[in-house]
């Protein structure tokens, strides 16, 4: 209890700290939403200056700043600079499909790394399979790796759908699966590969320390060492990564979404970008961080679960 209310104190001023450099980043990005307008040669002046006082860009940063914090605690999030609708509205649409795909490659980076980092750590010939598949997947750019199997299992051999979320008209949940295997995968073999790195590595140094090689002594069968006592302390750090990544696969896989056109929040951030849409960026960037934040915090509690020593020191 006294750990999760001491991390909640400091995750406060933290987003306040990350607010207002995102905020005052986005505003030093050349351009912005009204780059359209001032290029158009028909729209007036007096036009232009009508506009930014409707969408409050008239005013000192400083003063944008005060007004977007106090409204996005009272969450009123704004409203989007391209449609005019409501930016929570919009960000809550895209939840969805990003967590299902999140959920989706997480759980099956977990099934390649867990069988393919204890293999590794324990035998030789794992170690050589390990070193071979980790590297290609940390090695891969994600868009290759997404356009090669959309080109490979969609176009050439008609196994999965090449994009989307869900084919027109059909609400079955058998298709909604067939869309999600593709960026599924894509997610798991990048993720799947340094999750299978960092494992091995955890299992190996676990293995070298002295209580194990006494259990060694007193004859206990090297699976005994395995199971029972060096995967539980490798655990620890291994779960600390884990949440993590996950927090920023929810927050940036905005790459295997834009190759896919999965209709996530990362695909939104990409058409917010383009069009400077102001407060959904901000939306999303904010949304980032208190992810990141929460699953940092959900991790130092699943360590100090996992490994009571670690308790006092966190």
Request: overall charge positive.
């Amino acid at each position: 209890m006294r750990l999760l209310l001491r991390r909640s104190a400091l995750a406060v001023p933290l987003l306040l700290l990350v607010s207002a450099l995102v905020f005052l980043l986005l505003q030093a990005v050349p351009g912005g939403p009204l780059a359209a307008y001032l290029e158009n040669p028909n729209v007036r002046p007096e036009d232009i200056a009508r506009l930014r006082a409707a969408m409050g860009l008239d005013a000192p940063v400083t003063v944008q700043y005060a007004r977007w914090l106090t409204a996005f605690v009272q969450g009123d999030w704004g409203y989007s600079y391209a449609d005019g609708r409501p930016v929570l509205q919009r960000v809550l649409e895209r939840v969805p499909a990003t967590l299902e795909l999140v959920l989706a490659g997480s759980a099956l980076a977990l099934l390649l790394a867990l069988p393919l980092g204890l293999i590794a750590a324990t035998r030789v010939w794992g170690a050589r399979v390990s070193r071979l598949v980790t590297t290609m997947g940390v090695s891969v750019p994600v868009f290759w790796l997404g356009l090669l199997l959309q080109l490979l299992l969609a176009m050439q051999l008609g196994w999965l759908p090449s994009s989307g979320r869900q084919s027109f008209g059909s609400t079955s949940v058998a298709d909604r699966l067939m869309h999600l295997v593709l960026p599924a995968l894509v997610l798991a073999a990048v993720q799947g590969a340094a999750w299978t790195r960092y494992l091995q590595r955890a299992m190996r140094d676990t293995l070298a320390l002295p209580f194990v090689n006494a259990g060694r002594v007193r004859g206990l069968s090297e699976s005994r060492l395995v199971w029972r006592h060096a995967l539980p302390n490798a655990l620890g750090p291994f779960v600390t990564v884990v949440l993590l990544d996950a927090a920023m696969l929810a927050s940036g896989a905005v790459v295997t979404e834009s190759v896919f056109a999965w209709p996530g929040v990362g695909s939104l951030f990409t058409e917010a970008l383009v069009k400077r849409d102001y407060p959904v960026l901000m939306a999303f960037l904010m949304v980032g961080a208190v992810t990141v934040i929460v699953l940092n915090l959900l991790a130092d509690l699943a360590v100090a679960r996992l490994d009571p020593r670690t308790r006092e020191a966190t």
